[in-house]
């Protein structure tokens, strides 16, 4: 049973079990809260009921109340009196009421749910031997739960529709499958606010359509095939790819973005792969403080990276100029000598790609020879969110009317759709949200209050928030704060009376010296305002990668500039980055420098100038613990077993081993050292974070009928760091004056959801969706250059020619090229440009 809210608690009866719920509680949670199934189709826990598709109807039954006295009239022996309804009536539509007596096993009940059955079934094409969802059907389930064995319809009757009908390129529809429930319409209506699909035409000839081009454009497109309770709507990665029976499923966790959303990998052992086992499908798995039920079409589709063709199998070593395969164990060897050799003069440089095992084992080889390492990132703040990070218990699920939210330098649908998702509907729950951004991104439909400030001054604009908050307080050493414009002015009045407060951060058009001021700048928020280390307050940075905050957590650091880095250190162990790939630059100097040892899924551009390649194993075929940006610790396991790789940590302790550093070589020892270790896992072990507990709603593979074909967790729901003992402080970052370019544009990076990473792009699936390398202007300033949209320009950036396709918009601000980080054009700090056409 779940736990029920502290409101008003009403008696009824469901097929004769006495049940006591919240006031309001629709009938057929009612039920499912005490284990009682009334099926539905068109009804889903995460949205408003419709009352569509009648599936759900029952027998309800209410005290019969004296009109007179107005008290509840009794039977002879005492008991209340009820009077049945003339007709059946649907449950998931109907509230509770007290006394109020259901019946959903009556003749009448069955026989009515039957009949709806046997409607829903004349135009079905029962073609379920050879449709996707036969086998985790609900209309074949419940057809065989509650429908009837023959049909009074004749089958030359059915309507005949497109069974191929692509609605964009990720999702297909079988038209004569769906049974108008809706579920799909209201979910891109509803819950993530796209709203490209739609109803066309009317009763038997009533089609699903996409309204957008490209078809069926959204970033959530994916859950609409799980939550769809037949066949009609399927992915194109999925379709006639394999039957749900014969999968296997592992849990995971999305590597792709902060925000840890809890994954079900579906794979299977096929004979077209030479027995291997295959990745079929990537799902949703419930983690109600994290995801909920969804996953992103990122989430979804961009696994295929991971089964690339272009994966690297053995070691290499330069031998003679040329990069050549050679065994484990002279690869490791080599790698070893060198490194003892370089002792201090070892630079590690890691990324968030890797998880907490890997980092640990990393960061104690490194500092056990006396070497450095860092962390490879565009971005910084991370020893601040640590301090200042959502307290345990912390859930977007919970904000609501007093909660402010303050989103400032990012987007998050492009950066992390799924705390958009979230953010957007603490907003629509009455959450105040404030967006803070040069430019209009779409969160701002949902905003309370809109900041605008010129790129750079991020830190400024937030600082005057809390100088505006301050004209009573007297901070320490606080420099004179400016108090900003009346859009600053209002946002911190409604800080002011917040009871909640969250700020997610970002580095949009900023690097890291400005993201660490802009961290710093919203921890002060945080600190002048008492929304520290709290449930629901605190400082959350969308970081580009899915372990960035593990990687802080764990000790790493990015280096102020790289350039200096690659000439002073001789010996250099890169696990998970590609400076050369990022930049030309750092290209050269890596051709230069000493001994690069490259640990990698690819031959990256890095990779093809170093002295050894090591290959590394993806998420899917090994396990460990990624850390969110809400500073949540979850595992995942392997799905696929390779024996030719081998996980990060295992190499970096093998190569430990040789170099007289003893290194944990099993993922759960490597966390238990950790935890031992680092303050901040203190408490936490494999098994903690494998614990789950009952959530709502109760979903899982006996309910797919109710919250849709995804799976339940049962592998673990992660759990939050706690705090370091400092206690966190106010501080005044410096802050470089923005100040429009003389001359040129002020080309700024930004990050989008579908880039060139290594990561993204070799799913085929999503090529679709990721654009050419290109530049963004205002019309305006276009005008002047005498450009128009879509011609190729080119130009300088930090010394390398570069050429991008040309957008407008009206939404950037004027003097300003907004240019998309990791798309081919290597830009990581705000850079004075001149345009010209190819
Ligand atoms: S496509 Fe599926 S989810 Fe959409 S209306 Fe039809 S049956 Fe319902
Ligand atoms: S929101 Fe982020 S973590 Fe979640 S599925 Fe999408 S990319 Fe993965
Ligand atoms: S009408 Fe209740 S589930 Fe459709």
Not at 95 to 109: F, H, I, N, Y
Request: proline share 7%; hydrophobic share 40%; net charge negative.
């Amino acid at each position: 049973m779940v736990d029920m809210p502290t409101k008003n608690m009403v008696n009824l009866t469901i097929d004769g079990k006495p049940v006591t719920v919240p006031e309001g509680t629709l009938i057929v949670n009612a039920a499912k809260m005490v284990g009682i199934d009334i099926p539905v189709f068109c009804y889903h826990p995460k949205m408003e009921p419709v009352g569509m598709c009648r599936q759900c109807l029952v027998e309800i039954g209410r005290p019969v109340i004296d009109r007179v006295t107005g008290k509840p009239v009794l039977e002879a022996d005492g008991s209340l009196k009820i009077q049945f309804g003339p007709k059946l009536e649907i449950s998931c539509a109907t509230p509770v009421s007290e006394g109020m007596v259901v019946r959903g096993t009556s003749e009448k009940a069955v026989r009515g749910r039957r009949d709806i059955l046997e409607f829903l079934l004349t135009s079905h094409p029962l073609d379920c031997p050879v449709c996707d969802k036969g086998g985790e059907c609900p209309l074949q389930n419940l057809t065989m739960r509650h429908g009837p064995g023959t049909s009074r319809f004749i089958y030359d009757e059915k309507m005949h529709l497109a069974k191929k009908y692509p609605l964009g390129e990720l999702i297909y529809l079988d038209r004569e499958r769906c049974i108008q429930c809706g579920r799909c319409v209201r979910f891109q209506d509803n819950i993530v606010g796209d709203p490209v699909l739609a109803f066309n035409n009317r009763a038997r000839a009533m089609e699903i359509f996409s309204n957008s081009r490209p078809g069926f454009d959204s970033i959530f497109s994916g859950n609409t095939t799980d939550i769809c309770p037949v066949g009609a709507l399927t992915t194109s990665d999925f379709r006639f790819g394999a039957r749900p029976w014969e999968l296997c499923t592992t849990s995971s966790i999305c590597p792709h973005c902060p925000v840890g959303c809890n994954l079900a990998v579906n794979e299977r052992r096929e004979a077209r792969s030479n027995g291997e086992i295959m990745i079929k499908r990537i799902m949703p798995r419930q983690n109600e403080a994290v995801n909920e039920l969804w996953i992103c079409d990122k989430g979804r589709f961009g696994y295929h990276y991971t089964e690339s063709m272009d994966r690297l199998t053995q070691p290499h070593v330069r031998r003679e100029g040329e990069l050549v395969a050679i065994g484990w164990d002279e690869a490791l060897s080599y790698v070893a000598e060198n490194f003892v050799h370089a002792g201090k003069n070892l630079l590690t440089l890691a990324s968030g790609r890797l998880s907490n095992e890997d980092l640990f084992n990393l960061s104690e080889l490194t500092h056990g020879l006396g070497g450095k390492a860092a962390l490879y990132t565009h971005m910084a703040g991370g020893d601040l969110v640590s301090q200042l990070g959502v307290a345990r218990g912390t859930n977007l699920s919970d904000l609501s009317e007093g909660s402010v939210i303050l989103v400032v330098a990012c987007d998050l649908h492009e950066e992390a759709p799924i705390w958009w998702l979230r953010v957007k509907q603490a907003a629509e729950r009455g959450a105040t949200l404030i967006v803070a951004n040069p430019r209009f991104t779409r969160l701002e439909h949902y905003a309370s209050h809109v900041v605008r400030y010129p790129y750079g001054a991020e830190a400024a604009t937030i600082l005057a928030m809390v100088g505006a908050l301050s004209a009573k307080q007297n901070f320490p050493k606080a420099p004179k704060l400016s108090q900003g414009s009346e859009a600053v002015k209002a946002a911190a009045d409604t800080i002011a009376s917040a009871e909640n407060l969250i700020i997610f951060y970002g580095s949009e058009g900023i690097g890291l010296e400005t993201s660490q001021a802009l961290a710093q700048a919203c921890a002060n928020l945080l600190i002048s305002t008492n929304h520290v280390r709290k449930i629901n307050n605190g400082l959350v940075s969308v970081w580009s990668r899915a372990n960035d905050q593990g990687a802080w957590e764990i000790g790493f650091r990015p280096l102020p500039d790289l350039t200096p880095a690659f000439q002073q250190y001789e010996a250099f162990y890169l696990a998970g980055v590609d400076p050369a790939g990022d930049d030309p630059a750092l290209a050269e100097l890596i051709r230069k420098a000493g001994f690069v040892v490259v640990q990698d899924l690819f031959f990256t551009e890095t990779a093809k100038l170093a002295d050894v390649v090591l290959p590394a194993q993806p998420f899917t075929e090994r396990e460990g613990t990624f850390t969110s940006g809400e500073r949540r610790v979850q595992r995942f396991y392997p799905g696929v077993l390779r024996n030719e790789y081998k996980p990060d940590y295992a190499i970096t302790a093998a190569i430990g081993k040789l170099a007289g550093i003893n290194l944990e070589t099993l993922p759960l020892r490597i966390f238990n050292s950790l935890a031992a270790k680092i303050p901040t896992f203190s408490g936490l072990s494999y098994k903690t974070l494998s614990q789950v507990t009952e959530q709502w709603p109760i979903v899982g593979r006996g309910e797919m009928y109710y919250g849709g074909t995804l799976y339940a967790n049962d592998q673990g729901l992660g759990e939050q760091l706690s705090y370091p003992s400092q206690m966190p402080e106010l501080a005044w970052p410096q802050i470089p004056e923005a100040s429009p370019p003389a001359g040129g544009l002020l080309a700024v990076p930004v990050n989008i959801l579908y880039d060139r990473g290594q990561t993204i792009y070799r799913s085929m699936l999503l090529h679709q969706r990721i654009p050419p390398a290109n530049i963004a202007l205002h019309p305006d300033d276009a005008q002047k250059l005498n450009l128009a949209e879509g011609v190729q320009v080119k130009f300088n950036l930090g010394g390398n020619p570069v050429e991008a396709q040309l957008h407008l918009s009206e939404e950037i601000p004027l003097g300003v090229a907004l240019i998309p980080r990791s798309l081919g054009v290597p830009i990581s700090t705000p850079t004075v440009i001149e345009l010209q056409t190819v």
